[in-house]
């Protein structure tokens, strides 16, 4: 087994290191602290004497800052040792840790504190393999700090780390001498700064003053006020609160403000998603807009600011497209891959105006959706003149950056993810059954948008009219009457691929299946090859592809289940939409801690609990935005006119539920669910 990975976040700056504060380069995981999609440092090492040091415990305080009680010396005698360290690490613009070494004898000890200390400055795309840099390296025991710095033209990064106590400073890190008296303390307080310079960058050099204010005060009062901005869950169900406030914390924690950009969006998630992602973002404010929609507004502005406006095949741009992900490191910043703006997803364009649509709904905020017209009427222009690939009239994705473009480019973006049930894979470009859907949401969304905010009727008929006949087509060509679902995909020549797959709940979800075929569906997505107990798999067992530990063949999402319940209850299939809702929750609780990106597909009566997939990110905005989503297909919750409707189904078992202050057009609502005969307890609010 591994050892535990212990890390600390405050929007894209996160740091991981093993069980007791060390960093050490590892070729399997992304050890170190980065930003920015940088690692500042790459080696940062603590011991007393030259003996490393045990982990006694670690208090993991908030999301942003934890402590370290740590000994030297081995399991077989550290408990009796006469010295302990305590490590109090947390993490803002910059990095900061505190070492206080507290001498437990009855007489003066005198120690050598060494903190190793160095940085590769390795792009976050290649920390499996980092290829080796030239880093400037400036040692100054009088002003006690150590500068590394690495500079190719205009691309600078350095790592500035000062001390507070008196230290010997050497190009590979720092030594205390220190004499502690009887029953004693020594302390010093680590500041590392991570500056950034070049086009596009910005200094975020700050002081330890300054650091230490941000995480005392404004930190964690801007946590506080997040909370509290949020909905109260009161629940009867151990322990569901304390989830619905992880859920909450873990997205405040990613959320950050790129460069030469005021507002924060939430990024993806830890580790490869600590970055701007069009998909991982629109579907976290669709999860969270009933509960925190202050993400939104600040999203969409986001992916307009940069929606395609040109023909550019090494980044997959096209006029009108919404983009894959934003990234600021250096293979971005010299084009060696197509990554500092990407447009290679399908998905995106389609749900942006799902996004803007969605979001004036709850809050009535028409001033948006007449500002961001041209960007939504772009996305929509984008479905019929460039999304068409092969003048079918379906929405078809083939990379155009053949050595480093993404190959599937829908939500399943795995390589092997799109994948008949004979395990034959499609030619390109492949119209994936979910992405019809979206397009036709769009289209019907467009067209509300267009009649009520934009005084373009005539667009309104037209996209009603476009909408209607896609939905007449795909049902005509995706459904399967053999097997009664829908395929995952057709071929460029209008084949279908057979897959059973998850795919076909985001059908429900968007509104493109027939009444007379919904229950079929439904059927197909909570019986035995798809439903694992836990949650919907990504793909049916008994087809050749079927893997549990696949991330796209067989694995469950609970994003993917999120939307799948949502669909399943629009349909009026409540029964099944509680099974997937209790699945996801008893597996979020019983793993506890931040809801991973996906689990293994195993029966839940097979392994009795959920298997840990070490691919998996974890915390993810999207797995804890699907817990806030889940909580509101069982309220039942939708906004009508200048209402909130409310019409509960809960799982078996979940007792009585509030939720209070609901914020959207309205001012804010309490829902309710379960008995309410009796009186509900009361609960302050967690912070």
């Known amino acids: 087994m591994r050892q535990e990975l212990v890390h600390v976040i405050a929007g894209n700056a996160f740091a991981i290191s093993d069980a007791q504060g060390d960093i050490e380069v590892d070729p399997h995981a992304p050890v170190g602290l980065f930003s920015f999609d940088t690692r500042f440092l790459s080696h940062w090492v603590l011991s007393i004497d030259g003996e490393r040091l045990n982990a006694l415990s670690r208090d993991d305080m908030t999301y942003f800052e934890t402590r370290f ?21 947390s993490v803002h613009d910059c990095f900061h840790e505190k070492i206080t070494v507290l001498n437990h004898s009855s007489e003066h000890a005198e120690f050598s504190v060494r903190v190793e200390m160095g940085s590769d400055f390795a792009d976050i795309v290649e920390v499996g393999d980092p290829r080796r840099r030239d880093v400037r390296i400036e040692a100054d025991s009088a002003r ?26 050497d190009e590979k890190g720092m030594t205390f001498r220190i004499r502690i008296p009887p029953e004693g303390q020594w302390e010093t307080d680590l500041h590392l700064a991570m500056i950034i310079r070049g086009e596009g960058g910005q200094d975020m050099r700050a002081s330890l003053e300054s ?12 946590l506080a006020a997040w909370l509290d901005r949020a909905p109260q869950l009161v629940s009867e169900r151990a322990g569901l609160e304390e989830t619905y406030q992880g859920s909450l914390a873990t997205l405040a924690a990613l959320r950050y403000r790129p460069l030469s ?17 069009g998909r991982d973002s629109i579907i976290t404010c669709l999860q969270s807009v009933a509960f925190t929609p202050e993400l939104t507004p600040a999203t969409l502005r986001m992916l307009a600011l ?18 894959a992900q934003l990234r600021y490191g250096e293979s971005a910043a010299f084009a060696e891959r197509p990554s500092a703006i990407y447009f290679g997803a399908a998905d995106t364009t389609p749900l942006f105006v799902v996004l803007l649509d969605e979001y004036e709904r709850w809050s009535g905020d028409a001033d948006l959706v007449r500002e961001l017209r041209h960007p939504a009427r772009m996305a929509l222009d984008w479905i019929d003149e460039y999304g068409d690939l092969t003048g079918d009239g379906y929405l078809r994705y083939q990379r155009r950056n053949e050595r480093h473009g993404t190959i599937n480019q829908s939500w399943k973006d795995s390589s092997d993810a799109i994948a008949a049930g004979n395990g034959q894979q499609p030619a390109f470009p492949r119209a994936t059954c979910e992405l019809q859907g979206y397009a036709y949401d769009a289209k019907r969304r467009g067209a509300r948008l267009a009649r009520q905010f934009w005084d373009d009727p005539g667009y309104a008929d037209r996209l009603e009219r476009e909408a209607a006949a896609l939905k007449e087509r795909f049902n005509r060509d995706f459904w399967l009457p053999q097997h009664e679902y829908y395929a995952l995909a057709l071929d460029p020549y209008g084949e279908p691929v057979d897959a059973l797959s998850s795919n076909i ?25 798809l439903f694992s107990g836990w949650g919907v798999r990504t793909y049916a067992t008994g087809q050749r592809p079927y893997n549990p530990v696949g991330s796209h063949l067989g694995a469950v999402w609970p994003s993917d289940n999120a939307l799948i319940a949502a669909g399943l209850r629009h349909y009026r299939f409540d029964t099944h939409a509680a099974r997937i809702a209790a699945g996801i929750f008893d597996m979020a609780q019983t793993l506890g801690g931040a809801v991973p990106e996906l689990i293994a597909g195993y029966d839940r009566s097979t392994t009795k609990y959920p298997v840990q997939l070490p691919s998996a990110g974890r915390p993810q905005s999207w797995s804890s935005g699907a817990l806030l989503m889940l909580l509101g297909t069982m309220l039942g919750l939708r906004p009508t006119g200048d209402n909130l409707l409310v019409n509960p189904a809960l799982p078996r078992g979940f007792g009585r539920l509030e939720l209070l202050d609901i914020p959207g057009r309205w001012g804010r609502s309490d829902a309710y669910a379960g008995d309410r005969s009796t009186n509900p307890r009361p609960r302050p609010r967690l912070h």
């Open 505 to 529: 709940g985001h059908l429900l979800w968007s509104g493109i299946v027939p009444d007379d075929r919904a229950e079929a569906i439904a059927e197909h997505l909570l019986g035995p090859r």
């Open 69 to 89: 009680f740590l000994v030297p010396g081995t399991a077989s005698h550290y408990v009796d040792a006469d010295v302990s360290i305590i490590r109090h690490r």
């Open 261 to 277: 950009y005021g507002e924060r969006v939430p990024v993806g998630g830890l580790p490869w998603a600590m970055a701007f992602c």
């Open 211 to 222: 650091h230490q204010k941000a995480v005392r005060g404004g930190m964690r009062e801007d």
């Open 306 to 323: 940069l929606q395609g406006g040109q023909l550019d095949d090494d980044r997959e741009e096209e006029p009108g497209k919404i983009l």
């Open 144 to 169: 006690h700090q150590l500068v590394l710095r690495y500079e190719r033209q205009r691309f600078v990064r350095e790592t500035t780390v000062s001390s507070t106590a008196p230290v010997e400073v």
